[in-house]
């Protein structure tokens, strides 16, 4: 799963922690700062995990420095009430649902946009491909915007980039929704899911924030969920409000729904982001005690934000065409999202066509998927404690031992396409070819949940790019296979069209498999990969996790800095 961070509180009050921290200033006292012998909290990607790709090297060095320094900045204990691993439980639940829901929300936007092909063709006289292509570009936002996000997010925190996003992703729902020709459609769409995808990658790292190793299985189960639910939730609304109402009110209803979420953001998503707040914590105390030499931790790393972000989309590139484990596993679930993507433009294809089915109705055949998906989210349970079994079996945990779930859903996705490819027959009942998407999606879900963590655990030192090439990847491929949906099942046939994407299943199925056999012997001649005898001599300790979006990555070491003597 997705690194771990945790805290409590009982106040449900959402104020921002910067006013928190100033209407506390008489509370801040000198015993707020760390002595010599304290341990140091690194700096964080978006995902609120560790991103050596940028300064391993450089922050370990100043992290050692920084620790002999009686002047950093910390929690007072691990009981500080500011540390957001100290929030109630009922506020981080909160919080976690308000995330989750915001991923849900981009994802769903992304395919109910599938609902408005034939109101765009009618208004701007366009034919479909060029209607197809709005879903193109703005899956495609959704997987470059991550890469800027990141970043950006290990500077300024985690709020701001929530509020700025969804203020943007708003915006741009407008031109989309009132616009009045295909280009200014098509363009915003693009610019929609830019913004958008911050949700996609930086809320995973909120949750992790919040929870503890022990308590984040449910919350982040709810959370890895919502990139895969929405998708399939998008044309089963979709397609119900194009039935009473025209096409706008499909981007209408998006826009309400965001203008929500937005409110929630503003009132209930406080910063979560330790760094962050251990700044404005060392900058309020500098500004009333006159100790200029006080400082938080964050604030010793010496990188700027441009170059932070110039590393965050050169290195993912260097991992996905020099690392072969990198490369096979992100084409692996590359395919499978494209053809997720693909079944938006394939089921209304061969159930209006072959079953009779109504707009309305198409959206009701996405069921199968979904239940799928929410079978293989609940089995998280059994493949953690098949990680621990094999672990106490083998005398230590190895990456590979994230695969086992990985290797069952390589077998399930064949089958579901292959079910669903030869039950699409008029002769058929319908209710097959809607069956066949439960085991699609019970693999596709256990597929990127083995994939996902296998990543940040083979590749710690560079988790945050390897996932973020994974990412790009995946979008890529999602935004290309709907544009050749149409001529593939017009000259192949429905069962062979629909054939021809389990045979890419079955090509890639080995992967996990051969990796799980000889990946200790390959993460051993690997540039970038981490062995077990750097494991023995370095010794991090970072959680696990996995990602929906887009991100996710290896944990901070610490979660808080111990209270010191008195300054």
Same mark, same amino acid.
């Given at each position: 799963?997705?690194?771990?961070?945790?805290?409590?509180?009982?106040?449900?009050?959402?104020?921002?922690?910067?006013?928190?921290?100033?209407?506390?200033?008489?509370?801040?006292?000198?015993?707020?700062?760390?002595?010599?012998?304290?341990?140091?909290?690194?700096?964080?990607?978006?995902?609120?995990?560790?991103?050596?790709?940028?300064?391993?090297?450089?922050?370990?060095?100043?992290?050692?420095?920084?620790?002999?320094?009686?002047?950093?900045?910390?929690?007072?204990?691990?009981?500080?009430?500011?540390?957001?691993?100290?929030?109630?439980?009922?506020?981080?639940?909160?919080?976690?649902?308000?995330?989750?829901?915001?991923?849900?929300?981009?994802?769903?936007?992304?395919?109910?946009?599938?609902?408005?092909?034939?109101?765009?063709?009618?208004?701007?006289?366009?034919?479909?491909?060029?209607?197809?292509?709005?879903?193109?570009?703005?899956?495609?936002?959704?997987?470059?915007?991550?890469?800027?996000?990141?970043?950006?997010?290990?500077?300024?925190? $985690?709020?701001?980039?929530?509020?700025?996003?969804?203020? /943007?992703? =708003?915006? @741009?729902?407008? +031109?989309?929704? #009132?616009?009045?020709?295909?280009?200014?459609?098509?363009?915003?769409?693009?610019?929609?899911?830019?913004?958008?995808?911050?949700?996609?990658?930086?809320?995973?790292?909120?949750?992790?924030?919040?929870?503890?190793?022990?308590?984040?299985?449910?919350?982040?189960?709810?959370?890895?969920?919502?990139?895969?639910?929405?998708?399939?939730?998008?044309?089963?609304?979709?397609?119900?409000?194009?039935?009473?109402?025209?096409?706008?009110?499909?981007?209408?209803?998006?826009?309400?729904?965001?203008?929500?979420?937005?409110?929630?953001?503003?009132?209930?998503?406080?910063?979560?982001?330790?760094?962050?707040?251990?700044?404005?914590?060392?900058?309020?105390?500098?500004?009333?005690?006159?100790?200029?030499?006080?400082?938080?931790?964050?604030?010793?790393?010496?990188?700027?934000?441009? $170059?932070?972000?110039?590393?965050?989309?050169?290195?993912? /590139?260097? =991992?996905? @065409?020099?690392? +072969?484990?990198? #490369?096979?596993?992100?084409?692996?679930t590359a395919i499978l999202l494209g053809i997720m993507y693909l079944f938006f433009q394939a089921f209304p294809i061969v159930f209006e066509n072959n079953h009779g089915f109504e707009k309305q109705h198409v959206g009701l055949t996405f069921m199968g998927m979904l239940t799928g998906i929410i079978l293989g989210v609940l089995t998280e349970p059994f493949w953690r404690s098949t990680y621990h079994r094999l672990s106490l079996r083998y005398g230590g945990a190895r990456p590979e031992f994230r695969l086992p779930q990985a290797m069952a859903g390589a077998v399930f996705t064949p089958i579901g396409i292959f079910w669903f490819a030869f039950t699409t027959y008029k002769s058929v009942h319908y209710i097959f070819p809607i069956i066949a998407g439960v085991p699609f999606g019970f693999g596709i879900i256990l597929v990127f949940s083995g994939v996902f963590t296998y990543l940040v655990e083979a590749y710690r030192p560079y988790a945050a790019s390897a996932l973020a090439a994974n990412g790009f990847l995946r979008s890529s491929f999602a935004a290309v296979f709907p544009l050749v949906s149409l001529p593939m099942y017009d000259n192949l046939g429905y069962a062979w069209a629909s054939a021809l994407l389990g045979f890419l299943c079955l090509g890639c199925m080995p992967f996990p498999f051969l990796f799980y056999k000889f990946g200790p012997h390959l993460r051993k001649r690997s540039r970038y990969a981490w062995t077990n005898q750097e494991e023995e001599t370095r010794q991090p300790k970072p959680e696990k996790s996995h990602a929906t979006s887009s991100s996710d990555n290896t944990q901070m070491d610490d979660r808080y800095i111990e209270k010191g003597p008195a300054y």
């Open positions: 799963m997705l690194s771990r961070q945790a805290a409590s509180s009982s106040s449900l009050a959402s104020t921002d922690l910067a006013d928190q921290f100033s209407a506390s200033r008489s509370d801040l006292a000198a015993n707020d700062i760390c002595g010599n012998n304290k341990r140091i909290p690194r700096c964080s990607d978006a995902s609120g995990t560790l991103n050596p790709d940028v300064v391993v090297n450089k922050e370990e060095k100043d992290s050692k420095s920084v620790s002999e320094d009686s002047n950093v900045v910390g929690w007072n204990g691990p009981h500080d009430a500011a540390n957001p691993l100290n929030f109630g439980s009922f506020r981080k639940w909160v919080v976690a649902v308000i995330c989750s829901t915001g991923a849900l929300c981009v994802a769903c936007s992304s395919s109910i946009y599938t609902a408005t092909y034939e109101g765009l063709e009618k208004d701007f006289d366009v034919k479909e491909i060029t209607a197809i292509t709005g879903l193109t570009l703005f899956v495609f936002g959704m997987g470059a915007g991550p890469m800027l996000y990141a970043p950006l997010s290990e500077f300024y925190g $985690r709020r701001i980039i929530y509020i700025l996003s969804f203020t /943007f992703y =708003l915006t @741009f729902q407008f +031109p989309v929704g #009132f616009g009045k020709n295909i280009t200014s459609v098509l363009v915003n769409r693009l610019l929609s899911g830019l913004a958008g995808s911050a949700f996609m990658s930086v809320a995973g790292g909120t949750v992790s924030d919040l929870f503890s190793k022990e308590e984040l299985s449910k919350p982040m189960m709810v959370f890895t969920a919502a990139p895969f639910l929405g998708p399939c939730c998008g044309p089963l609304l979709g397609y119900f409000i194009t039935h009473k109402l025209e096409w706008r009110w499909v981007i209408y209803v998006m826009m309400i729904w965001t203008g929500a979420m937005l409110g929630l953001i503003l009132l209930f998503v406080p910063e979560t982001y330790a760094p962050v707040l251990l700044r404005w914590k060392a900058q309020n105390l500098r500004k009333h005690t006159g100790n200029n030499e006080l400082h938080a931790p964050i604030e010793k790393i010496e990188r700027s934000v441009i $170059r932070t972000v110039v590393v965050s989309c050169q290195r993912p /590139f260097q =991992l996905l @065409f020099l690392e +072969p484990m990198v #490369f096979c596993l992100c084409l692996f």
